[in-house]
């Protein structure tokens, strides 16, 4: 390492971070309790430190300097010196390679050894003592950007929340697998904007994608030494930077491309960022940022004992959202995210640890307030994951208004219907109406509900109606991870079978668990591959399979084409019919002049059911007789929305049952939408039923009518 020769100026204390202003760098790094801070340059291959810079310049807590004839492409890293104190939250080692919180780029990953822990066990095996040795060579560099793209006419698709189709994908595994993109595209950002990629999402006419996490992450030292991979990316340690590995050409301006050709395509992305916690871990973690630059300030510490962090997430520690300093990264990167990158919403993991305040989960805490106030981010779309792992973290229906949740509740009940499970129905009911037991008393509206019934976490569709154990032995801990309570059932056989019976019914819970999915109030959210039978063998906590195993096989499209097709007619559907884009919760009151209600629920004879009806604990069917011809909301241009009257009809029970066409409205004529019954989702007789007349529901179906208005053709009637 050469002595110091850069010609160095005071520069500024914002922005945080590397920031090329055209002529020259501008550092900046926050840190309450450093003595002295070094700006570290390494070599264009990131493997040899070439000069260390004294930072002489500190600002409200900011170190800072300006290097003149830096330039894009720099390579860098900090030290920090101070207190290596455990017992007082110091890990002040400036033997440990640190990268900046606010690095817009990140190159290299991270090469385990013991070097790049900030500790070594003392004489006896009990208190940790500094650790010497230089970590750089094991660590990953931060990389000084040019910003610049042309953007053209890039625009945020802003598509209502009411008209909001989600598809949640991994970007890696998205395309890994795919025949149609070119093998050098497959997994990456660019893969993902191929014409093949998003050909398939605007077949399906999804609006949005939500991109498990695309921060830089790290793979976990244990994982590494298995052979495996934290496939997940749920362990972030770069909050602005995008994850290296997705992209094909190592330059950001690839995931920029991405964001505007989906953008071309009418296709939001929404990104899971993971806010709550880092990879840095417990207090036997490595020290790779945050702890080694004033892991007092960053982290929760335990008040009494501060070697110990806050474990609210389940991951070793939780980022201290009481912190000013930390509450500005998270809003810089934010804000980052949306005016430079161009994405159009988040959603939070584990959201209720970024609302505690003290120890207690607060809605209103300073978290909720900026965002509120906040001219940028109060525009896109917020999702909260509504829980965490400490106590009262389980909060599904307590976030603000603005906010949509992820309802673990609207899961579990469809799950749990569809099993079979009684005394279900009135909890299935709220959720297949938009929760608003949850959400109508806080102001918020159906569309609070993201409603799914798979996601990344758990079993695929396919899985659910084919496993009834969890099978997780490829990740190598005996099979004790992942969720034991999954409502699921294998149809009669665990696992694959060459039964056609048990088949056929597999194929058909995933047509009713679809449809119900698709035609409640609320925003669904598919999982990506779910659309063409995507299976993880049983696989429900599939974090660290980077491998065929959680790639999507596109082969089994061709396979799968009735369920593909199924899938684009239903959005199809939800998209033509507004009465199931509600903007506002039923209230059970008439609506037209036959007296219609605007949601009436029905027995199998046709009446409305009764407050005994719903007490029945064997009864597993029910209708819903939408009053489309009294709907009563407006266009963005203040016209009035009008739909046809539609009837839904519900069976999870075993046996058939005769389902009597509602007398009101009198003398409707009714033809048949979907019915799941068949392989097509459709049945092909074309005949129509009239009031009062028998409608033949198959056991495990879900049939959707539609009040015909016009003439009927002769050969229609049976």
């Known amino acids: 390492m050469s002595t110091h020769t850069t010609t160095v100026w005071p520069g500024q204390p914002y922005p945080l971070g590397a920031t090329w202003d055209g002529e020259g760098v501008n550092f900046a790094l926050f840190s ?23 930072m002489r310049w500190r600002t409200n807590q900011v170190w800072h300097c300006y290097l003149p004839q830096a330039r894009p492409g720099l390579l860098y890293g900090y030290r920090v010196y101070g207190r290596y104190a455990p017992s007082e939250g110091h890990h002040f080692n400036p033997n440990k390679l640190l990268l900046d919180p606010y690095a817009k780029d990140i190159v290299g990953s991270v090469l385990w050894s013991d070097a790049l822990f900030g500790y070594r066990i003392g004489a006896g095996g009990t208190n940790p003592v500094m650790d010497r040795r230089n970590s750089a060579a094991g660590m990953p560099k931060c990389r000084v950007i040019d910003p610049a793209f042309t953007w053209g006419d890039d625009r945020p698709p802003r598509t209502p929340w009411h008209d909001t189709v989600i598809y949640e994908l991994h970007v890696r595994g998205f395309t890994k697998r795919h025949p149609d993109v070119a093998p050098w595209l497959r997994g990456t950002y660019a893969g993902l904007a191929s014409a093949p990629a998003v050909d398939h999402l605007r077949y399906l ?69 993971v806010y709550n916690h880092t990879a840095e871990g417990n207090h036997l973690g490595p020290t790779l940022s945050f702890r080694g630059i004033d892991n007092a300030s960053y982290y929760r510490l335990v008040a009494d004992d501060r070697r110990y962090y806050m474990d609210y997430t389940g991951c070793g520690n939780t980022l201290n959202m009481m912190h000013p300093r930390v509450l500005q990264l998270i809003m810089d990167s934010l804000r980052y995210w949306v005016l430079e990158m161009h994405v159009d919403g988040f959603r939070f993991d584990l959201a209720s640890a970024l609302a505690r305040e003290l120890h207690a989960v607060d809605r209103l805490g300073a978290f909720f307030d900026i965002i509120h106030q906040d001219p940028v981010l109060s525009q896109v779309k917020l999702i909260a994951e509504p829980w965490d792992l400490g106590e009262g973290g389980y909060q599904v229906g307590n976030f603000p208004v603005g906010w949509t949740e992820w309802n673990g509740r609207y899961r579990d009940a469809v799950r749990a219907y569809w099993k079979g499970d009684g005394g279900m129905l009135g909890e299935f009911a709220s959720r297949l109406t938009g929760s608003s037991d949850l959400y109508e008393h806080s102001g918020r509206r159906p569309y609070a509900s993201i409603n799914f019934v798979t996601c990344h976490d758990g079993f695929t569709l396919e899985d659910l109606v084919s496993y009834e154990r969890k099978h997780n032995e490829a990740n190598l801990e005996d099979n004790r991870d992942g969720e034991n309570d999954n409502r699921s059932w294998n149809c009669g056989a665990e696992g694959p079978t060459q039964n056609r019976h048990i088949r056929a019914l597999r194929d058909r819970q995933k047509r009713n668990l679809l449809a119900t999915l698709l035609l409640s109030q609320g925003v669904p959210m598919l999982l990506a591959g779910d659309e063409i039978g995507r299976t993880q063998q049983g696989n429900n906590n599939a974090y660290c399979q980077d491998s065929e195993l959680s790639w999507i096989d596109w082969e089994r499209a ?90 839904l009809l519900l069976n999870a029970g075993a046996a058939e049952v005769a389902f009597t066409m509602p007398r009101t409205p009198p003398h409707a004529r009714w033809q048949v939408l979907a019915d799941t019954s068949f392989a097509t989702g459709h049945r092909s007789d074309g005949r129509y039923y009239l009031s009062g007349e028998h409608y033949p529901l198959p056991g495990r179906t879900v049939a959707l009518l539609e009040q015909y208005r016009g003439r009927s053709p002769a050969d229609t009637r049976p």
């Open 205 to 273: 006419g999804v609006t949005a994608v939500e991109l498990m996490p695309v921060h830089a992450f790290v793979d976990d030292r244990h994982l590494v030494e298995k052979g495996l991979h934290n496939y997940w990316g749920y362990n972030s340690i770069g909050f602005f930077a995008p994850d290296a590995r997705y992209s094909s050409t190592g330059n950001i301006g690839e995931f920029k491309t991405m964001v505007k050709t989906l953008h071309s395509a009418g296709i939001e992305v929404i990104l899971d960022v």
């Open 558 to 647: 061709g396979e799968q084409r009735e369920l593909l097709a199924f899938v684009r007619d239903l959005i199809a559907l939800r998209r033509r019919h507004p009465v199931f884009r509600r903007r506002c919760f039923f209230e059970g009151r008439s609506v037209n002049a036959s007296g219609l209600k605007d949601l009436t629920w029905l027995t199998s004879e046709g009446t409305e059911m009764t407050p005994a009806d719903w007490q029945r604990p064997n009864l597993r069917h029910l209708g819903l007789l939408f009053a489309g011809d009294g709907f009563s909301e407006e266009d963005p241009r203040g016209r009035p929305v009008r739909d046809s009257n539609l009837l």
């Open 32 to 54: 309450e309790h450093a003595e002295k801070v070094e700006l570290c340059l390494f070599d264009r291959r990131g493997r040899r430190e070439v000069e260390r810079i004294p």
